[in-house]
Nanobody
Framework: QVQLVESGGGLVQPGGSLRLSCLAS????????MAWYRQAPGKQREMVAV???????IYADFVNSRFTVSRDNTKNTVYLQMNSLKPEDTAVYYC???????????WGQGTQVTVSS
């Protein structure tokens, strides 16, 4: 059974940093496109960052070079390093794993990130 387990969320002051991790119990993890999404209260879920299997990355405009997505295929883990956090970054952050040839699309349970003084 596929599981994505996020960790690393919490309360941080504006300007601070957090590193989110997502451990995926997936066979052939290296083939999957891994992504981070977020959902703030009353808003739709939105893409934050994507890392495809080859290593290319895509970021939402609001990231503005503050976040970095990375993956360690030996550990079946994807990371999101978040720096210069702002109150508007407050949201539940979700990990997503997708592999269209297998019609695979999996989500984690989310981890809360709160940016507040």
């Amino acid at each position: 059974q596929v599981q994505l387990v996020e960790s690393g969320g919490g309360l941080v002051q504006p300007g601070g940093s957090l590193r989110l991790s997502c451990l995926a119990s997936i066979n052939m993890f290296s083939k999957y496109t891994m992504a981070w999404y977020r959902q703030a209260p009353g808003k739709q879920r939105e893409m934050v960052a994507v890392m495809i299997s080859g290593g290319s990355t895509i970021y939402a405009d609001f990231v503005n070079s503050r976040f970095t997505v990375s993956r360690d295929n030996t550990k079946n883990t994807v990371y999101l390093q978040m720096n210069s956090l702002k109150p508007e970054d407050t949201a539940v952050y979700y990990c997503n794993a997708a592999y269209p040839p297998y019609d695979a699309d999996f989500w984690g349970q989310g981890t809360q990130v709160t940016v507040s003084s």
